[in-house]
């Protein structure tokens, strides 16, 4: 475990040593959306009985930053490394593709839980929170970072250069992030994007973490964490492979 430890270590480090950029900004990103969103709409949207929109805004603001954040980890990290050409000092121990997988997405869950908690820390002093369900927050957060994580892996690995990499994140990760119900309940879609929006891995991310908060939800919380799961298990079982094989690292 010392190869799978270091490379944690490294990955963690990484992204502490500019905390301004990878947490303080995304912080202040999250912030902004809140003041704006949440002033405007205040008084003219209502989603769920007795919860207001800024309460009803927070849990999705801090959610979509771990899920972005989780994301820009494990991404950056590997395209840095080989446009630098320091990706072979990662290859050239006797490092398994488990051990890689385990430190670049464990690296970014604990990066995507920091700016969360970060973000819900600054926040939470606009509205009144419950914590209805405690433990499918901490679930949701988990698999969520976890999920972003494996997929930030696998666009660093099929990226050759950054223009790729942010193709990757404009066209599927915001869209899918900000269409997810951060901003809105899906019930408030016309009747075809809300069943668009079923189709969406995100949307039951952000949906199971919210019910933790105020028990009420769009969809069954159980329903989504099983939808939930089993994209983590299909996902983590693509980046494996890759890893495995060396697609576009040892070749």
Aim: a positive charge; hydrophobic letters at 55%.
């Amino acid at each position: 475990m010392t190869g799978f430890l270091t490379l944690f270590y490294k990955e963690v480090l990484r992204f502490w040593k500019v905390a301004t950029q990878t947490i303080t900004a995304p912080i202040l990103t999250a912030m902004l959306y809140l003041l704006i969103f949440g002033h405007v709409l205040e008084d003219h949207v209502h989603v769920y009985p007795g919860v207001q929109y800024t309460s009803f805004l927070i849990p999705g603001l801090v959610m979509m930053s771990v899920l972005q954040n989780a994301f820009a980890n494990s991404s950056s990290s590997l395209i840095q490394s080989k446009i630098t050409g320091n990706l072979v000092f990662i290859l050239l121990p006797p490092l398994s593709h488990w051990e890689l997988f385990g430190a670049y997405v464990l690296a970014a869950v604990v990066r995507g839980l920091a700016v969360g908690l970060g973000v819900f820390i600054i926040t939470a002093w606009f509205a009144k929170l419950s914590f209805v369900a405690p433990w499918w927050i901490a679930l949701f957060a988990l698999l969520g970072a976890a999920i972003l994580g494996t997929m930030g892996l696998i666009a660093g690995i099929w990226a050759e250069k950054f223009d790729q990499l942010a193709a990757f994140q404009n066209f599927l990760i915001m869209p899918a992030t900000f269409l997810s119900g951060v901003f809105y309940s899906i019930h408030s879609l016309p009747v075809f994007w809300q069943a668009v929006s079923r189709f969406n891995p995100f949307f039951y991310m952000i949906d199971g973490f919210r019910y933790g908060f105020f028990g009420q939800s769009d969809v069954d919380p159980g329903t989504s964490f099983i939808i939930v799961v089993v994209f983590f298990i299909l996902l983590a079982g693509f980046a494996i492979q890759l890893l495995r094989s060396g697609y576009k690292l040892r070749h």
